[in-house]
């Protein structure tokens, strides 16, 4: 386990919260079950997995952290978004790994995981695309990009598609934020990322291990990743453990991740993370 994740002196977040005395009671009655059950001991993938597992039949809901007014940091542990799913998996791992049980300690994970530097200041500032939310955690030592190590290729995007559709984004109201989102989306576009073609996933799947975040790359023009969930290896084939749209909950796929990507031809590949 990374020292991030042990060392780390969390506090409060610094923002206002939006979460509800069920969100607390959620989270609390988990971490301190995994205590008493001696889950610490156990490696991290087994744990985000665990997280993972224990939000199966969950509701899912679009865009659960769009509002209006300032952004906050939004605690939701009863319904999820693909997004929420997995970084709300990863955090709970992480802090049973380092034996904390405290909401305090989730809601200042929480909020390190999904923004910048570990700040919530602004609607710029969350980790909107999910590169980059890869790419900022890696740097924080929570999780690490594997995905060229286990053979992916090279992958370039112009990333557009937030400031693109301005008008559907309330937080781009305010000129600044959308401003710096535009250099962020510069910033992004710039990186060389990796990623394993959907023809090339059966040679990498066998390096996959349960509890690895997935995403779900797409075609689609300004975009980098269209879906995300955590693997699990099921009878030698690995499925996908997600936030689901279609199903309208958190559900475990019923056909393996190959046969996953192959039903749209816009999902072109996988990149692939793991917590550390």
């Keep these: 386990m990374s020292s991030a994740w042990r060392d780390h002196d969390f506090q409060r977040p610094r923002g206002n919260m939006i979460t509800s005395p069920e969100d607390r009671a959620i989270c609390e009655t988990l971490l301190r079950s995994a205590e008493e059950r001696g889950y610490r001991g156990k490696p991290l993938s087994e744990l985000v997995l665990a997280a993972g597992r224990h939000f199966l039949g969950a509701a899912y809901g679009s865009d659960t952290l769009e509002g209006e007014g300032p952004e906050e940091l939004v605690v939701n542990l009863r319904v999820f978004d693909c997004v929420t799913f997995v970084e709300n998996a990863v955090v709970l791992a992480g802090l049973i790994r380092s034996g904390k049980t405290a909401f305090d300690d ?9 923004y910048r530097r570990g700040r919530c200041d602004g609607y710029a500032s969350r980790l909107h ?3 980059d939310w890869l790419h900022n955690n890696s740097r924080k030592g929570l999780v690490n990009d594997i995905t060229r190590e286990i053979g992916g290729v090279p992958l370039r995007k112009i990333f557009h598609a937030l400031t693109d559709r301005r008008e559907d984004h309330t ?7 959308f401003r710096r989102l535009r250099i962020i989306e510069g910033i992004c576009s710039r990186r ?13 799947e066998q390096r996959l291990t349960n509890g690895d975040i997935i995403a779900i790359t797409t075609d689609e023009r300004g975009l980098d990743v269209c879906h995300t969930g955590l693997a699990v290896r099921l009878r030698g084939q690995i499925r996908l453990l997600h936030a689901s749209s279609a199903a309208g909950r958190v559900v475990l796929s019923e056909i393996h991740l190959g046969r996953y990507l192959q039903t749209r031809r816009s999902r072109t590949g996988i990149i692939v993370g793991r917590a550390i």
Aim: avoid cysteine; charged fraction near 20%; hydrophobic fraction near 45%.
């Design 106 to 114: 989730y809601a200042a994970a929480l909020e390190r995981i999904r």
């Design 129 to 131: 695309y999910f590169t």
């Design 171 to 177: 937080g781009l109201n305010d000129p600044d934020a």
């Design 192 to 204: 060389t990322l990796s990623f394993i073609p959907r023809a090339h996933l059966g040679r990498a």
